[in-house]
């Protein structure tokens, strides 16, 4: 043989075929072992030589085993050779295979399995770690499938490889097989015959610049036959490459998946960025098919109408749409009537294959644009009913036959053009629509109604507008008998072959099961028609009364100015009316709404609109209803009714029935309620009836009726002060006030005022000169009538104090005016704390400390224990302080107020200790002593110390009603005050 390097490379056996348009642009070539037919390399350019895996499966060198020698000058790069003319020649390599044993271990442990076959060093065994028990797919080391039928065997277990993956089944963990590829020598023949220059590639299309290519092409580039790139940038300022395909040594790139990948658009011919450069579109050929109804039977348009997923009727006319948006443009020659083809392939529904459907064969269809209209049929009567499933996919050219991949796949189903009428449901509450579903032969125009109705009845009605409505379908014309057709309408079928209609039910359509029919038409003439008596089918539709609910929030006693929320449920109309009855009412009823005017209920113009789900709900605002306490009924109604009379009415309102009536109460569908309206009721109460100087003062209580706000007025000597005060929701309050350090000691008078029904306090506080003068007067009168007088609390010729305060609870007593009030009295006295004396206790007891306070509950006292004697401490002693500081709350007692704090004199020393006690919020200290000592001889009496309190006396009352008499009590308590004043002084 002519050329022995070309024998030396012949001995590198490569573990991959590289396809062709890699990075490197080598040419892989399988080397022949047919002497007959040996390999032919004609051209110059790089080579990767491969032994065919075929002869002697699974056998390859592993790298480095072998060298490698030179061609030419040049040295061979990872198996890759360049060949050129000097190399011609004939060439033969024999080349001896070693055994290779393919070894399988099922094993228990995880960590040890492996994924592919591994090389026993030194050996020729390539052994694989499988779970045990568990299928496995096996491939050699090239990566190529196990073929079906080999055998991997100890002698006594014998596991066969199935199917085209490779699969063998599960052994025990332990166990071993081998599979054993025996020793065997291959001679491969190699013809090299290069002319001068390098020989062009093959290739499918010229490209021109600007235009498209596809994966899967081989291509040239605006007629470049010359070694080149194609490089794809990022968009920017500063592009870099993102992906880069090399031709080989005569221009032609091969566009396979693996060197496009993904990176789609844009390709320059350069491989560095040159926005001058040539430069091409590279895409996926991408193909998708729709199926949709034929709208136009004469060109095949469509509406969108997709039947994917769907029923269609074997007369439906049916047209497929191939899309190839980007293949389509680029092939298609409209002048020579070329360009890439696709078919489509329908699975039946007994899962035969064809590409014939209805009337049309789909094999072969030019691509004519990026959407192509494949034609359009009807399966016909003769085809078998059932699902079918329809894909396109390539014909030409070929290699987009070969590896592209199929469209998308669309599945229908075929059925029957018998006619048949189906409803959405079998039963419907009167007032709701429903519909039903006739499904015959497509575009076709067929006639509904119900049948047997009675024409004196009020009967569902046809929905106006309804897509497909032909007209109004009124005289049955079949044998020559003309009969009159109720709720009767023409509808024409869409493509499908089916029309959904929709009857509307009212509030006073009969309650009773109605039949729908659907017939074939023999011929039609404006509104009659004669029937095809042949051709037609029915359904029943139950048509049902609904029902009607009503609950009042809470448990039905109310405070007049009280919110109730009135719910409930209303399936028998789309409106809920509601009105009212109770003493001296007119004796049907009143719109509720309407108060506090009084409506007769058969004059109802404003009902509570009912929700999607049934439901509906009113808020009643009862602070301006003009009724007075006691019990009434609020009826709930589904139509306009005369109140709850068992006659109708002739009414002006819009809600009355087709003859203008307000119907009786049995007419229509109701439920009813009791509520008991009761008048605001008024509490306050003080946080306590003695209030040290310097402390706070709450007032609390509960305000019924919803007031916004309340006010709140304090009487005293030489004082007077007013509070707005904020109800919640829930109707209590409290108010908190400060009472000044300087304020005196004294009796003192509240008055807390309710607005009532109307929102206004009626007695009210003027203030003028900016206060300096404060008068109060009747503002308002709710029943007209007398009104007492003003009188002045601040300012020139004021009334005292206690005098005021009863003026003001007499003007609030007026008959003319709504407001109410409560009233309370406190005293103000100086602040004080006791502290009941613990006597003498023994060091490390428990006990506690305690004693009594004018201070208000919750007031906060700091309590401190600590050493009385003073004497210099050692710099060296270790011994712990002696003594306690802690603060504690005020607690409400029996009598007075106590308070308390518990002491531990563990590590205590032997001493004489002072307790201190202070007001923290209020100005107030007091103090005591005990000793502590080592062992008590006895039990000493406790004793009481501390500052003194004054003796006082107070009351505190609330009431109800504005029938409460004035502030006559709060005058005699104004001299037991004076007399409590007295003995202060004098203490």
């Known amino acids: 043989m002519k050329n022995t390097k070309i024998m030396a490379a012949l001995a590198i056996f490569l573990t991959a075929v590289l396809f062709i348009g890699a990075a490197s642009a080598a040419t892989d070539l399988t080397v ?63 080349e001896p295979f070693v055994e290779v044993i393919y070894r399988l271990n099922y094993t228990s442990n995880a960590s040890a399995v492996t994924e592919n076959f591994n090389r026993v060093e030194s050996t020729n065994v390539y052994e694989r770690y499988i779970s045990a028990n568990t299928p496995a797919n096996l491939r050699f080391p090239d990566n190529t499938f196990i073929p079906a039928g080999t055998q991997f065997t100890d002698g006594n277990i014998t596991a066969s490889v199935d199917g085209a993956s490779g699969t063998i089944v599960g052994q025990a963990s332990g166990v071993v097989l081998d599979y054993t590829i025996p020793a065997s020598t291959v001679t491969y023949y190699l013809n090299v015959n290069i002319g001068s220059g390098p020989t062009p590639g093959p290739y499918d299309r010229d490209v021109a610049a600007g235009t498209d290519a596809f994966v899967y092409e081989h291509i040239i580039v605006n007629g470049t036959q010359t070694a080149g790139k194609l490089t794809k940038f990022t968009d920017g300022q500063t592009p870099a490459v993102v992906n880069q395909i090399s031709s080989d040594a005569t221009g032609v790139f091969y566009l396979t998946e693996e060197v496009v990948g993904n990176n789609y658009g844009t390709y320059y011919l350069s491989a560095a960025w040159n926005e001058d450069a040539p430069y091409i579109n590279i895409w996926y050929p991408e193909l998708s098919l729709q199926a949709e109804l034929t709208t136009n039977q004469e060109t095949g348009a469509t509406a969108g109408d997709s039947i994917d997923g769907k029923n269609v009727n ?16 680029a092939y298609y020659n409209a002048t020579a009537g070329t360009g890439a083809t696709a078919k489509i392939v329908f699975t039946t529904p007994v899962s035969g294959k064809t590409t014939q459907f209805g009337t049309v064969d789909y094999n072969n269809k030019l691509l004519t644009a990026s959407q192509t209209n494949a034609g359009w049929t009807a399966a016909g009567d003769d085809a078998t009913a059932g699902t079918y499933t329809a894909q396109a996919e390539y014909v030409s050219p070929s290699y987009f036959s070969d590896y592209a991949k199929k469209s998308n796949t669309l599945s229908f189903t075929l059925q029957s053009s018998t006619l048949t009428i189906t409803a959405a449901k079998d039963s419907v509450v009167r007032s709701n629509p429903f519909t039903v579903t006739i499904s015959g032969k497509a575009q076709v125009v067929y006639a509904v109604y119900l049948e047997n109705a009675i024409n004196t009845d009020v009967n569902p009605t046809l929905q106006t507008g309804q897509t497909g409505f032909q007209g109004y379908f ?23 072959g089916k029309r959904t209609i929709q009857y509307n039910t009212a509030a006073d359509t009969e309650d009773k099961t109605y039949t729908i029919k659907v017939n074939g038409i023999v011929s039609m003439d404006g509104t009659s028609a004669v029937l095809d008596t042949s051709d037609y089918d029915k359904v029943k539709v139950k048509v049902e009364k609904g029902a009607v609910t ?21 399936t028998d ?40 789900d049934n439901t509906w709900e ?7 209803i003009a009724l007075d306490t006691g019990a009434y009924t609020i009826y709930a109604t589904s139509r306009l009714t005369n109140g709850k009379a068992s006659d109708k009415i002739l009414t002006t309102s819009r809600y009355g029935d087709e003859e203008g009536y307000a119907v009786k109460l049995s007419d229509s569908e109701y439920a009813t309620v009791s509520v008991n309206l009761k008048q605001p009721f008024l509490s306050a109460v003080p946080s306590g009836t003695v209030i040290a100087q310097g402390d706070k003062l709450y007032v609390r209580g509960t305000a019924e009726g919803k007031p916004n706000n309340l006010m709140l007025y304090i009487f005293g000597p030489n004082f007077f002060e007013d509070y707005s005060i904020t109800v919640e929701d829930d109707g209590t309050y409290e108010k908190k006030i400060d009472i000044s350090s300087s304020m005196s000691s004294n009796q003192y008078f509240v008055v807390v005022q309710h607005p009532m029904y109307n929102g206004v306090f009626d007695a009210q506080l003027v203030k003028e000169q900016n206060g300096d003068y404060q008068y109060f007067k009747i503002v308002n009168t709710t029943t007209g009538g007398s009104q007492q007088g003003s009188f002045v609390v601040w300012g020139p010729n004021k009334l005292q104090g206690s005098q005021a305060a009863d003026a003001l609870t007499k003007m609030i007593d007026d008959a003319n005016i709504d407001d ?51 004497t210099a401490v050692d710099k060296t002693s270790t011994s712990t302080t002696s003594g306690v500081s802690q603060t504690t709350k005020v607690v409400k007692g029996d009598t007075d107020n106590t308070w308390s704090v518990d002491v531990d004199t563990t590590n205590w020393k032997l001493d004489e200790y002072t307790i201190k006690v202070n007001g923290i919020e209020v100005d107030v200290t007091t103090t005591t002593n005990f000793n502590l000592v080592e062992k008590l001889p006895d039990t000493p009496t406790p004793t009481a110390t501390g500052t003194t309190a004054p003796t006082t006396t107070a009351t505190a009352t609330t009431t109800a009603t504005p029938q409460t008499p004035g502030f006559g009590a709060f005058i005699a308590l104004a001299g037991l005050g004076a007399v409590a004043l007295l003995v202060l002084r004098r203490n």
């Open 32 to 94: 022949s072992n047919d002497p007959l037919n040996p390999t032919e390399i004609t051209s110059a350019g790089n080579y990767t030589l491969a032994y065919d895996n075929a002869t002697v499966p699974g056998h390859y060198l592993p790298a480095g085993t072998t060298n490698f020698t030179a061609f030419g000058s040049l040295s061979p790069v990872a198996g890759n050779f360049t060949l050129a003319a000097a190399d011609n020649g004939e060439y033969t390599k024999t």
């Open 314 to 329: 074997k007369d439906t006319v049916v047209t497929f749409l191939i899309n190839a948006p980007k293949v389509g443009p």
């Open 474 to 496: 009124l005289t049955d014309n079949t044998n020559n008998v003309n009969t009159a057709v109720i709720g009767g309408g023409f509808f024409k079928t869409d493509a499908s």
């Open 550 to 570: 009503i609950s009042a929030s809470g448990d039905g006693s109310y405070y007049i100015g009280d919110e109730i929320k009135l719910t409930g449920t209303n």
């Open 573 to 612: 109309s789309t409106n809920v009316f509601l009105f009212l009855t109770g003493q001296n009412l007119l004796e049907n009823g009143i719109v509720l709404k309407d108060l506090p005017t009084k409506t007769a209920a058969y004059k109802a113009s404003n009902p509570v609109a009912v929700k999607t």
């Open 618 to 624: 009113y808020k009643w605002d009862t602070s301006q």
């Open 820 to 870: 109410i009030y409560t009233k309370l009295t406190f005293t103000v006295a100086a602040p004080w704390i006791r502290i009941t004396s613990p006597g003498d206790k023994a060091v490390g007891s428990k006990f506690t400390i305690s004693g009594t306070t004018n201070l208000a509950v919750d007031d906060q006292i700091l309590v401190e224990v600590m050493s009385s004697s003073f």
